[in-house]
């Protein structure tokens, strides 16, 4: 557990690790995924009901 005063230091190190990620893998689909991004509003979900 950390202390009173006690410091953590985070730096970069010299070494790197490769990422596989499969064929046709999109960072951005993936947010548009996760986030609902491009998706229109439902509407049951409508607050000013």
């Known amino acids: 557990a ?16 490769p990422f596989l990620h ?4 999109s960072y951005y689909r993936t947010l548009r995924k996760k986030l609902h991004w491009n998706e229109h509003p439902s ?3 409508d607050p000013e009901d």
């Open 2 to 17: 950390l202390e009173l005063n006690d410091v953590i230091e985070v730096r970069r190190s010299r070494h790197t690790v």
């Open 43 to 45: 509407l049951q979900d």
């Open 22 to 25: 499969p064929v046709g893998y």
